[in-house]
C-alpha cells in the first residue's frame, strides 16, 4: 500500500542547518536571503522567521516557518510584489 502525504518535496528542503537550531534560506546567488531561529519562549518552543533582516512572524514548527519564509522569498522575486502579480 503507498500512502501519499502531499508533495515529496517541501520547502523546508531548502534550509541548511548552521550552527544547531538555526536555519539559513539562500537565494540563486548563494545569499542569506532569509533566517528561521529555534527560541525558547513563555509560551514553548517556537519558530523565529526573519527575512531579508526583517521579523515576519513566528510559527510552531519548522515545516510551517519554512513555508511562510519561502512564501515571503517568493513574493519579493515576483514581479507585482506576489504570486501571479497578487
Keep these: ?9 517541501h520547502p523546508v528542503l531548502l534550509a541548511r542547518e548552521s550552527p544547531p537550531a538555526r536555519w ?8 542569506v536571503v532569509g533566517i528561521i531561529d529555534l ?3 513563555p509560551e ?5 522567521v ?5 521579523l515576519i512572524g513566528w510559527a ?3 515545516r510551517i516557518a519554512a513555508e511562510r519564509l519561502h512564501r515571503a522569498i517568493i513574493a519579493t ?4 510584489g506576489g504570486i501571479n502579480g497578487s
Design 1 to 9: 500500500m503507498v500512502h501519499d502525504d502531499g508533495p515529496g518535496w
Design 77 to 80: 522575486a515576483a514581479p507585482g
Design 60 to 62: 510552531t514548527s519548522l
Design 39 to 41: 527560541r525558547r519562549t
Design 50 to 54: 526573519e527575512h531579508r533582516g526583517e
Design 24 to 31: 539559513s534560506m539562500l537565494d540563486s546567488r548563494d545569499r
Design 44 to 48: 514553548g518552543l517556537r519558530y523565529r
